[in-house]
């Protein structure tokens, strides 16, 4: 079982839809992230948590950390959201590195 | 700031040859990461460097890999002899202790033919 499960794999929806994709892991954690990469591009790093809610603009991220589950929405979609989102975690104590999740394919149709 | 800094952006050569990816970690942060991106497998860490000493490296396939930081503006990750199974995106990032979040390079679309 991968650390960091992802659902779903791949999504599509249409513009003006609101999106979830969410996260859940199996270990403990300092903090968890939400990555953006679009087709060809580098990876964005739209937020870092580890409890509650963050907002940034349309995106808005949150976690749970007794159910060590993570969810990210995005309101109001737009084809330009068109991306792999990526949730990762880096793991309690002293460990840096990050245990990334296999990614959510979105498609954002106008 | 021009964040972190990866050359070459596509990188093409026949297996066997030797290759080398650079990287300019943004000013002031003490750790850099090495990751792999391919289809089958994602991002995998290969190495991370902390205040210039490498800390883990056990995500390092084989001695063909080697990795350096020879100061904390540059880090380089080495392949030799590389083989076409190394055809990845090559992801180098940098932070500052865990609480500020990671910035990562544009990457290097390596391809071995």
């Known amino acids: 079982k991968n650390e960091v499960e992802q659902s779903p794999q791949n999504l599509t929806a249409q513009e003006g839809e609101f999106i979830t994709i969410n996260c859940s892991y199996s270990?403990?954690?300092?903090?968890l992230h939400w990555l953006q990469q679009h087709p060809g591009g580098g990876i964005v790093s739209l937020f870092m948590l580890s409890s509650g809610k963050k907002k940034h603009g349309r995106l808005i991220a949150t976690i749970n950390i007794q159910e060590k589950h993570s969810s990210l929405h995005i309101t109001a979609s737009h084809p330009r959201d068109s991306a792999v989102y990526i949730c990762?975690?880096?793991?309690?104590?002293?460990?840096?590195?990050?245990?990334f999740g296999s990614g959510t394919q979105l498609t954002v149709l106008p | 700031d021009a964040g972190v800094i990866q050359s070459p952006r596509h990188e093409v050569t026949e297996m066997g040859q030797e290759v080398t990816l650079r990287c300019k970690p943004i000013?002031?942060?003490?750790?850099l990461f090495w990751y792999r991106q391919t289809m089958m497998r994602g991002l995998e860490l290969l190495i991370y460097f902390n205040n210039n000493v490498p800390i883990d490296d056990s995500g390092m396939p084989e001695d063909r890999f080697s990795a350096k930081m020879p100061n904390a503006s540059f880090s380089t990750l080495k392949i030799q002899p590389s083989e076409p199974r190394d055809s990845a995106v090559y992801f180098c990032?940098?932070?500052?202790?865990?609480?500020?979040?990671?910035?990562f390079g544009s990457g290097t679309r390596l391809t071995v033919v």
């Open positions: 990762a975690v880096s793991a309690s104590g002293s460990a840096r590195q990050l245990t």
């Open positions: 000013s002031g942060h003490n750790s």
């Open positions: 270990v403990g954690i300092s903090a």
């Open positions: 990032a940098s932070s500052y202790d865990r609480v500020y979040g990671y910035t």
